[in-house]
Nanobody
Framework: QVQLVESGGGLVQPGGSLRLSCAASGSMFGLYAMAWYRQAPGKQREFVASVYTYGSRNYGDSVAGRFTIARVSANNTVYLQMNSLKPEDTAVYYC?????????WGQGTQVTVSS
């Protein structure tokens, strides 16, 4: 089992920044990816960003150039730095852990971008 706990969501004005954190614990070994997804009301869950065991990163088209994902191995925490936020970034953001045969989700954290 892997437990994921997100934090850092909140209300921010357009153009502002937020940093989300995802603390992972449990049976983490081998090759794995950690990622952020988001889901806005009435929409499907959307890929935001991912980081792999050896550090390679990927971003969704709608956030590339504005968001940065980073992983700190020492404390098994993944961060999502979100800059230049837009109202359309409003969603519940979920942390995800995936490895061969196993996948886990956090409980989600709300991000609201509004003036």
């Amino acid at each position: 089992q892997v437990q994921l706990v997100e934090s850092g969501g909140g209300l921010v004005q357009p153009g502002g920044s937020l940093r989300l954190s995802c603390a992972a614990s449990g049976s983490m070994f081998g090759l794995y990816a950690m990622a952020w997804y988001r889901q806005a009301p009435g929409k499907q869950r959307e890929f935001v960003a991912s980081v792999y065991t050896y550090g390679s990163r990927n971003y969704g088209d709608s956030v590339a150039g504005r968001f940065t994902i980073a992983r700190v191995s020492a404390n098994n925490t993944v961060y999502l730095q979100m800059n230049s936020l837009k109202p359309e970034d409003t969603a519940v953001y979920y942390c995800n852990y995936k490895t061969a045969g196993r996948e886990y989700w956090g409980q989600g954290t709300q991000v609201t971008v509004s003036s």
